[in-house]
T-cell receptor, first 115, second 113 residues
Framework: NAGVTQTPKFQVLKTGQSMTLQCAQD?????MYWYRQDPGMGLRLIYY???????DKGEVPNGYNVSRLNKREFSLRLESAAPSQTSVYFC??????????????FGSGTRLTVV | KQEVTQIPAALSVPEGENLVLNCSFT??????LQWFRQDPGKGLTSLLL?????REQTSGRLNASLDKSSGRSTLYIAASQPGDSATYLC????????????FGKGTKLSVKP
C-alpha cells in the first residue's frame, strides 16, 4: 500500500549539476504530475503526463525535463541546476486526466537545495 | 484566470473548539474540490474530495461543503485536537486534458492544548 513513492527525499546540488528525481506509483493510475512548492507561491505544476507515452508542460516547465518511463514511473530531470530551483518537489498521480472520481494522491516530496 | 484563495492564512484555536476553514474559487466550472493536510516537512495527505454534483462530504470529525454558485468551500473540524495542527490546502480541479489542480496557499492551523 505504498501509493506514490519519491526518491531521494533530500538532495543538495551545486549550481550547474544535473540530477533526476524519481517517482513511482502502484495504484495503476494513468496520469502523473510533478509540482514544486515554494513559500508564498503555493504548489505549481511543472510537467504532467496524462497517460503513458505522453508528457506536457505545466505552469513552470523551464529548466526541467520529464520522462514517463512506463505506466508506473515518471521522472523529473534538472539538466543544469540553478539556485532558483531550490524547492520542494512533489509527484502526484490520478486515475485519469481529470482526476474526477478519485482525486489526486501525492508523494512525500523531495527537498532540493541548489547552492 | 482560475484562482483559489484561502483565508485566513493562519489560525490558532484552543483545544476542543469547532472551527471552519474557508476556500474560495473564481471559476465555478469546477469538476471537484479536494482538501489536503500537510504536516511540516511532509507531503500532502488527501482528506476529502467533493464532486461538483455533491454538496458535502464527511470523514470522522471533518466535514467539507461545496457551493459552486458562490464559489466557496468550507472545511469544518469538530472538537479540534492538538494533533490537528497542520497546514490545510484546498485545490480546485477544472479537468480538461491537463487535469491540473489549482491550489490555494493554505491555512496554517495551530490547536493549543
Amino acid at each position: 500500500n505504498a501509493g506514490v513513492t519519491q526518491t531521494p527525499k533530500f538532495q543538495v546540488l551545486k549550481t550547474g549539476q544535473s540530477m533526476t528525481l524519481q517517482c513511482a506509483q502502484d495504484m495503476n493510475h494513468n496520469s502523473m504530475y510533478w509540482y514544486r512548492q515554494d513559500p508564498g507561491m503555493g504548489l505549481r505544476l511543472i510537467y504532467y503526463s496524462a497517460s503513458e507515452g505522453t508528457t506536457d508542460k505545466g505552469e513552470v516547465p523551464n529548466g526541467y525535463n520529464v520522462s514517463r518511463l512506463n505506466k508506473r514511473e515518471f521522472s523529473l530531470r534538472l539538466e543544469s541546476a540553478a539556485p532558483s530551483q531550490t524547492s520542494v518537489y512533489f509527484c502526484a498521480s490520478s486515475e485519469g486526466p481529470t482526476g474526477r472520481a478519485y482525486g489526486y494522491t501525492f508523494g512525500s516530496g523531495t527537498r532540493l537545495t541548489v547552492v | 484566470k482560475q484562482e483559489v484563495t484561502q483565508i485566513p492564512a493562519a489560525l490558532s484555536v484552543p483545544e476542543g473548539e469547532n472551527l471552519v476553514l474557508n476556500c474560495s474559487f473564481t471559476d465555478s466550472a469546477i469538476y471537484n474540490l479536494q482538501w489536503f493536510r500537510q504536516d511540516p516537512g511532509k507531503g500532502l495527505t488527501s482528506l476529502l474530495l467533493i464532486q461538483s454534483s455533491q454538496r458535502e462530504q464527511t470523514s470522522g470529525r471533518l466535514n467539507a461543503s461545496l457551493d459552486k454558485s458562490s464559489g466557496r468551500s468550507t472545511l469544518y473540524i469538530a472538537a479540534s485536537q492538538p494533533g490537528d495542527s497542520a497546514t490545510y490546502l484546498c485545490a480546485g480541479n477544472y479537468g480538461g486534458s491537463q487535469g491540473n489542480l489549482i491550489f490555494g496557499k493554505g491555512t496554517k492551523l495551530s490547536v493549543k492544548p
